[in-house]
């Protein structure tokens, strides 16, 4: 997906309702105050678990999530960087998820929405596959303690 597209993602993720439960479609995850989308993912590495092939999907996610952060740093200032403790059991959603998936974000804060808009580079475990995730959630759910 070109960076347009993902823009044009997180413009209707900033518009749209929350839902009142936690429900899942396809690459979107929403729930009480959240909305968690993979914008892009590479191939799993259930067969084939070569090194080469993993450090090539790893960069492809990595330049990815430069042209997007370049992106929304060009229209709404520098992010700033929230490390996430996986094993926080009291953090809210979308955190406590995002925790399964990476251990840092960058966050570009709405506060005209009452809204974050997270950036991250996920993966569950080694076998699957490296996701590019984009988080909008309410202020309120963005941990405090957490925050660089």
């Known amino acids: 997906m070109a960076t347009a597209d993902q823009l044009a993602v997180i413009d209707a993720l900033l ?10 479609e ?21 067969e084939d678990r070569d090194e080469e092939v993993r450090e ?26 929230v490390r996430i403790d996986w094993d926080d059991e009291s ?19 709405r506060p005209e929405v009452d809204r974050w808009v997270g950036l991250a580079i996920g993966q569950a475990d080694n076998e699957y596959p ?4 984009v988080t909008v959630a309410e202020l309120s759910t963005l941990p405090s303690a957490h925050r660089n």
Do not use: K
């Open 15 to 24: 518009a749209r309702p929350f839902r009142a439960g936690d429900s899942g």
């Open 26 to 46: 396809a690459h979107l995850f929403s729930g009480a105050g959240y909305h968690l989308c993979h914008l892009q993912a590479s191939r799993d590495f259930w």
């Open 56 to 81: 090539g999907a790893q960069q492809e996610i990595e330049t990815a999530f430069g042209h997007l952060a370049a992106a929304l740093t060009a229209r709404w200032g520098g992010p700033e960087i």
């Open 91 to 109: 953090a809210p959603e979308p955190v406590s998820r995002l925790g399964m998936l990476t251990g840092e974000v960058q966050v570009w804060r």
């Open 130 to 133: 490296v996701e590019l995730l």
